[in-house]
């Protein structure tokens, strides 16, 4: 099945939303649901269309699984590098991702027989977010924050303080799955726990970048999952209680061996400069401190540019094919 990504020529609608984000961060569920339903819709219901076309025998289970797969991988390869320098690309990572979920949910509602450009499908998707309990009080919400933000236009990211960027990160995060939703019974001291891992990796991530590769693939798996099969239960009438744990198989995938060696590679290369800057005695300004951040800065850079560029030439590779 052909699903095309939230990424090249999509990526300006990252930029956009979260322009718009940025400048209403309290409302970025509001705001996600109704542009992806306004931009996505067409889009999604193409992708259903074309998927029937080349899998004519293929039934609405099935159907569904295949836009479960697709989403749930495109997400995890649009979203996780984030780390070292390109730090500064967590919330359009993030963005990219919160569009490609969306945009899973759209096409579900089309393999459901419903429009996925119609106005109701933003409110189905709050409360298969989680967001909202039911759909009257999503859409009440929905025409609240277009109330509020009718002839307001979309902030420039200069402008903007830092406060309300990481409000934004945090709600993203949340809705992404990278915590747990409030809707999921869980304790407080699981909660603190997961924001914790989150804030070590963050600071790890600063240093070698590509330590974020493997806790956002399994991140993005595991909420991808429950998304999609919340979304599948919703519009084919079942529960749409958070699902529980996916299913563990035991084995091991490939692409997970091949992200955890990356992973450590960009934890051997700054530990190795580190103990070679201490053997050698080098200093820089009569001192050993600055040379080590200048060391570890440029391997940073360095492995995180590697990385970024075969990422890119990925993507194109993907939208040219």
């Known amino acids: 099945m052909q699903v095309s990504s939230v990424g090249g020529p999509e990526s300006a609608l990252s930029r956009y939303v979260l322009r718009a984000a940025l400048a209403d961060p309290g409302h970025l569920p509001e705001l996600l649901a109704g542009f992806a339903v306004r931009h996505l819709g067409r889009r999604a219901a193409a992708s259903v269309a074309r998927a029937r076309r080349e899998h004519p025998g293929a039934g609405e289970a099935e159907l569904s699984a295949m836009v479960i797969t697709r989403g749930r991988r495109v997400s995890q390869s649009e979203g996780t590098f984030v780390g070292g320098p ?24 089309a393999v459901a027989g419903r429009d996925p450009t119609e106005g109701a499908r933003a409110a189905e998707l709050l409360v298969i977010q989680g967001v909202y309990p039911d759909e009257e009080r999503a859409a009440a919400a929905l025409a609240a924050a277009a109330a509020g933000r009718s002839g307001a236009a979309p902030s420039r990211l200069t402008a903007l303080r830092l406060a309300a960027l990481w409000t934004l990160v945090r709600r993203m995060a949340r809705l992404l799955g990278l915590v747990t939703p409030r ?14 891992v989150l804030a070590v990796v963050f600071l790890i991530g600063l240093v070698a970048p590509l330590v974020w590769l493997p ?76 040379l080590l951040a200048v060391v570890l800065v440029t391997l940073s850079a360095l492995v995180g540019t590697v990385w970024y560029l075969r990422h890119r030439r990925r993507r194109r590779r993907r939208a040219e094919d």
């Not at 595991?222 to 084919?236: F, N, P, V, W």
């Open 86 to 109: 390109f730090m500064v690309l967590v919330p359009f990572a993030f963005c990219a991702a919160l569009l490609t979920q969306s945009r899973m949910v759209l096409e579900l509602a």
């Open 183 to 196: 809707q999921r019974p869980v304790s407080i001291a699981v909660r603190v726990g997961q924001w914790a």
């Open 215 to 290: 806790y956002l693939g399994h991140s993005y798996h595991r909420a991808g999952q429950e998304l999609g099969e919340r979304a599948r239960a919703h519009y084919q009438g079942g529960s749409t209680a958070w699902p529980g744990p996916p299913d563990r198989v035991g084995r091991v995938r490939p692409g997970q061996v091949a992200s955890v060696l990356r992973t450590l590679l960009s934890l051997v290369l700054p530990a190795t400069a580190v103990v070679l800057v201490i053997a050698t005695d080098a200093t820089l300004a009569g001192s050993r401190y600055p």
